[in-house]
């Protein structure tokens, strides 16, 4: 019998490249997203160590002018703090339609593997049918032959 030959072994490595694919831009994507959530993390630390100072300043002698400057930085990082999240959120978008196209991408993939599958298992069927009906053959043939060798040594 002819060795198992999968019809659509094209498309299972077509269909796995698209996956590793996904699966590379979806790490890709991931990668933003810690990014951006460690850049958002570092500037709500800075606010807070920007209101611990003012803090500090408030109960020691402070000047107007060092209140100003803790109130302007504090405002800046309001802004970049609220700009960062946007981006964050954006990232989150991002990863999330990756994370989609990733997971469709392995379902495409799991279809064909599993039609391959069936069909390996169908022939691997086919194969010990043969295997059997050979073997019936080979072991009628003998016990023909062995009958007819008794009955020739008995005649």
Partial sequence: ???FKFRLETLGRYRVLKEETAKREFADALHVWELACERLEGLRS??????????????ETFSPAELQAYSDHRACL???IEAQQLVVEAATAFME???EIMIEAS???KVVDTLREKQKERYMYEVGREEQSFLDEVGGSRFLRQRAAKEGSSR
């Fill in 1 to 3: 019998m002819k060795k």
């Fill in 46 to 59: 800075e606010e807070r160590r920007a209101i611990a100072g003012m803090r500090t300043a408030l109960a």
């Fill in 78 to 80: 309001a802004v970049d």
């Fill in 97 to 99: 339609s990756k994370r």
């Fill in 107 to 109: 379902k495409d993939r």
